[in-house]
């Protein structure tokens, strides 16, 4: 089983709906994060949490929130989904202890706004 | 604000060769991480080769290399004996001492038979 799954695979859907991420890491990890990935522009940072407690806007966190239900579950939501949050999304965890530690990436979710 | 940069949107190596690709970052900390991951068409990001900013010796992961200039803020990776399943894109990224990880836009490698 993966180390860090994410909900859906796939999902294709309308403007106007809302929409919901989900992210689970049997990892052990504090930290949680969100990107979005598009053609040109590499990663970017959505939102992160370092704890249950802590939840921390990104570079672009505009249009989405998030949820920290337990230490291995981080979801991301669109309130009113828009065809430019079409892009490919990740969850990414890593340990707290030691900067040098890399980050443990789902496989994505590739989302559709028609 | 801190900042990656990959200066090559695409490249291509001929099978059996070595490629090198190109990173650079701004920062004023002095204390950081480097990583290069890899995603292939899979899109699986997977983990290549990092660097601790506090070392001088370059790291090395079998036919990966990077050559990391920490004075020119610069990172590249050089991949060395290139084969068919090294065609990916591929992100630097740099990370302060535990503060988030920002990525560069990526680099297309295409490897020729």
């Known amino acids: 089983d993966a180390d860090v799954t994410q909900t859906p695979r796939n999902r294709i859907t309308k403007t106007g709906k809302r929409i919901m991420l989900e992210c689970s890491q049997t990892?052990?990890?504090?930290?949680m994060y969100w990107y979005r990935q598009d053609p040109g522009l590499g990663l970017r940072l959505i939102y992160y949490?370092?704890?249950?407690?802590?939840?921390n806007k990104g570079e672009i966190s505009d249009g989405y929130s998030v949820s920290r239900q337990a230490q291995a579950k981080f979801s991301l939501s669109l309130e009113s989904a828009i065809p430019n949050q079409t892009a490919l999304y990740f969850c990414?965890?890593?340990?707290?202890?030691?900067?040098?530690?890399?980050?443990?990436f789902g496989d994505g979710t590739r989302l559709s706004i028609l | 604000a801190q900042t990656v940069t990959q200066s090559q949107p695409e490249m291509s190596v001929q099978e059996a060769e070595t490629v090198t690709l190109s990173c650079t970052y701004d920062?004023?900390?002095?204390?950081?991480?480097l990583f290069w991951y890899k995603q292939p068409p899979s899109r699986q990001m997977i983990l290549v080769i990092r660097q601790e900013a506090y070392k001088q010796q370059n790291a090395t992961e079998n036919r990966f290399s990077v050559n990391f200039q920490k004075a020119a803020k610069s990172f590249s990776l050089k991949i060395s004996d290139s084969q068919l399943g090294d065609a990916a894109m591929y992100f630097c990224?740099?990370?302060?001492?535990?503060?988030?990880?920002?990525f560069g836009p990526g680099t297309s490698l295409s490897v020729i038979p």
């Open positions: 990414a965890t890593s340990d707290a202890d030691g900067s040098n530690q890399p980050q443990h």
């Open positions: 949490s370092f704890d249950v407690k802590d939840i």
């Open positions: 920062t004023s900390e002095s204390d950081y991480y």
């Open positions: 990892k052990g990890h504090d930290r």
């Open positions: 990224a740099y990370r302060a001492s535990y503060d988030k990880v920002i």
